[in-house]
């Protein structure tokens, strides 16, 4: 083993790969980071559709979540790289693609995160706000979201972990990602075991410092 490899290419592998930071339009962080915040927020929105009395709202919410949980996420991003393109009469860049594909696919399993954990609020607490004078929209803001936002911490950082490893997929439309870097590299230096042992540890470590802040601001909460 040889892993001079990876010094030598340390600073393409971190800046390009992980951070976007190139000639080469890329990043892992540079995807995900956006990828989580735009996923969450159409997820709440997913989410309370799926909570609402309105079937024209609820009905349109429910299959949104069943198509894409019952699909996998590489298809969805063909159909981004190959069909929307065909649609829009123009080409699209492979960050357009990957985010949109990651963002789309991502806010329904969020949304049903947020759905789970708004009705994991009890009842009485609703009821209570309610018979006080509190409005719906102050009722969700101050009694339910709070409450609901603990118990979904869990769900949501796996949900977050599951999504910054899934971006590796991006790399099969050319987005120059970590995996992807590590396979340019590759394909000059033939070196697979030391570069993607170097790779396998950075995700490991991205995802073990989420898991670790998850359980930290989950305990704040708490004691809040």
């Not at 930071?21 to 915040?37: D, Q």
């Not at 030391?194 to 410092?209: D, K, P, R, S």
Request: with cysteine; aromatic share 14%.
């Amino acid at each position: 083993m040889d892993f001079s490899v990876i010094a030598n290419n340390f600073s393409f592998l971190i800046s390009q790969g992980l951070l976007g930071f190139g000639k080469f339009t890329g990043g892992t962080l540079r995807l995900a980071i956006p990828a989580i915040i735009l996923g969450f927020i159409l997820g709440i929105f997913i989410g309370l559709g799926r909570l609402a009395r309105s079937g024209w709202v609820r009905v349109p919410a429910t299959a949104y979540v069943e198509f894409f949980r019952g699909v996998p996420l590489v298809m969805v991003i063909f159909w981004f790289w190959f069909v929307i393109p065909v649609l829009l009469g123009v080409p699209l860049p492979e960050y357009t693609v990957a985010l949109a594909a990651f963002v789309v696919f991502e806010a329904a399993y969020l949304g049903e995160i947020i759905r789970a954990g708004i009705q994991s609020v009890p009842r009485g607490q609703v009821e209570a706000a309610t018979a006080t004078g509190l409005t719906s929209v102050q009722t969700m803001r101050h009694i339910i979201l709070p409450q609901a936002l603990k118990n979904m911490i869990p769900a949501l950082v796996t949900q977050f972990i599951v999504l910054f490893k899934d971006t590796s997929l991006a790399s099969i439309i050319g987005y120059v990602d970590l995996t992807k870097a590590a396979q340019i590299v590759n394909n000059r230096e033939i070196r697979p075991f030391e570069l993607y042992l170097f790779i396998a540890m950075v995700y490991w470590l991205c995802t073990y410092g989420m898991s670790r802040y998850a359980r930290y601001l989950e305990r704040r909460l708490s004691h809040a």
